[in-house]
């Protein structure tokens, strides 16, 4: 069964401070890993990962992907409080749909 | 910007009612996709569109039908709402090409039926 497996489940960091989070994944026929900031309401969307080793950055965020561990990571620097909200990681399972499995999210809590 | 709407945005419901969550686009994509979200887990897929007249159900199992007669629109219906029907559902869209993976998701509507 496809998974995918985000740690931690939660942070609390103070403004400024670097934090990276994970996500690990298992599925069938991998095509892509996307990264979602989710707030109040829906998910936005940050980043699309296909290929290993590629960072792709926007601003103070970056990503990159691992195909052969499985996982990928995303970092956020010099953090602030309006980075504050759930991280969500689906993967696209290319057998059949093109569907996305979300994991449960890492919930990142900045203070001042 | 992402054009995706969801009405209505907060509703609450006493058993055994019939609901329409309704979800609109206007960016002509051909797939749409509902989820369901419980606070703290994740989105699960419940149904999805590949266009006009065509509806799957998605992984995890649910009451709720859809259907899709205009690519904007793609309502959900549940019958007879219950308590267990309390949930988070969240609407997306994306192109249907085999390159365009990102989903547009609407707001969200917050259901509680008492």
């Known amino acids: 069964e496809d998974k995918v497996v985000q740690s931690p489940l939660s942070l609390v960091v103070h403004e400024g401070d670097t934090v990276t989070l994970n996500c690990s994944y298992e599925?069938?026929?991998?095509?892509?890993l996307l990264w979602y900031k989710q707030e109040k309401k829906a998910p936005t969307f940050l980043f699309m990962l296909?290929?290993?080793?590629i960072e792709k950055k926007s601003g103070r965020l970056s990503s990159i992907l691992d195909k052969k561990e499985l996982f990928s990571i995303l970092n956020i620097t010099a953090t602030q409080t309006g980075d504050s909200a759930v991280y969500l990681c689906a993967v696209d399972d290319q057998t059949g749909a093109n569907n996305l499995f979300f994991g449960t999210g890492t919930r990142l809590t900045v203070i001042p | 910007e992402a054009d995706i709407y969801q009405t209505p945005r907060y509703l609450v419901i006493g058993t055994g009612k019939k609901i329409t969550l309704e979800c609109s686009q206007t960016?002509?994509?051909?797939?749409m996709y509902w989820y369901q979200q419980d606070p703290g887990m994740e989105l699960h897929l419940i149904h999805y569109?590949?266009?006009?007249?065509?509806?799957e159900k998605g992984d995890l199992s649910s009451e709720s039908t859809v259907s899709r007669i205009r690519t904007e629109h793609f309502p959900l219906t549940l019958e007879s709402a219950r308590p267990s029907h309390t949930s988070q559902y969240l609407c997306?869209?994306?192109?249907?090409?085999?390159?365009?993976?990102?989903?547009?998701f609407g707001p969200g509507t917050r259901l509680t039926v008492t």
């Open positions: 960016m002509g994509h051909d797939k």
């Open positions: 599925v069938t026929n991998f095509r892509s």
């Open positions: 997306a869209s994306s192109e249907l090409g085999a390159d365009s993976y990102e989903q547009y």
């Open positions: 569109s590949y266009g006009v007249n065509s509806t």
């Open positions: 296909t290929s290993s080793g």
